[in-house]
């Protein structure tokens, strides 16, 4: 088996985010490899996280997500949101292949939150993609300024006080280990 090869975060991508992931987040544990975890992401646009490495696909890793587009990005963040979940205990695998079994991964519908706003209640009542879909817009509403990439950003500026309403306990603080979806999630409605 061949491993493609890996790179830490840079300065300023740690810089991006930090103000969303503050100390919830060890940083030095992040990996970013570009290429293929087992070949998989070699066959497709998608990038996947495992444990504390981010995969992306070659042609559309970055080597400083800090420089890229909004849509890229929120794509980054999205899979940090996993590492996070990942470095609170949340198996990533395992509720990745549930939601993939119960189809959730055919039109996209394990990420599909909207309809819950302003309806949940708690942020682990979300799936792990609803979770990174969530977070990442709310990175967008919140701390970018917009460079057009990002088609969704009026709704997501629109969405901001549910977002932040649903977000609470995260903002208020990211190291708690029970913001992770709880037992059960990855059986919740999808779309």
């Known amino acids: 088996m061949r491993f493609a090869p890996r790179r830490t975060l840079t300065d300023s991508e740690i810089a991006l985010v930090r103000p969303l992931f503050r100390d919830g987040l060890d940083y030095a544990l992040i990996r970013i490899?570009?290429?293929?975890w087992l070949?998989?992401?070699?066959?497709?646009?998608?990038a996947l996280a495992h444990g504390n490495t981010l995969v992306f696909p070659p042609r559309l890793v970055h080597h400083d997500f800090a420089l890229a587009d909004d849509a890229t990005k929120l794509w980054f963040v999205h899979e940090l949101v996993h590492a996070w979940q990942w470095q609170r205990g949340f198996r990533l695998w395992r509720h990745g292949v549930r939601l993939a079994l119960r189809g959730?991964?055919?039109?996209?519908?394990?990420?599909r939150y909207q309809h819950l706003l302003p309806h949940a209640e708690r942020f682990c009542e979300l799936n792990m993609e609803q979770q990174a879909d969530l977070i990442a817009h709310y990175f967008d509403a919140a701390f970018l300024h917009g460079d057009g990439s990002v088609h969704d950003?009026?709704?997501?500026?629109?969405?901001?006080?549910?977002?932040?309403?649903?977000?609470?306990?995260?903002?208020?603080?990211p190291c708690n280990l029970a913001l992770v979806p709880a037992h059960g999630t990855h059986r919740a409605p999808l779309g």
């Not at 490899?33 to 293929?36: D, H, L, M, N, V």
């Not at 070949?39 to 998608?46: D, F, V």
């Not at 959730?104 to 990420?111: D, I, P, S, T, V």
């Open 104 to 111: 959730g991964y055919r039109q996209q519908l394990a990420y």
């Open 33 to 36: 490899q570009s290429g293929g």
């Open 153 to 173: 950003r009026a709704r997501h500026l629109q969405q901001l006080p549910h977002y932040r309403a649903l977000l609470a306990e995260f903002l208020h603080d």
């Open 39 to 46: 070949g998989l992401p070699h066959l497709t646009r998608a």
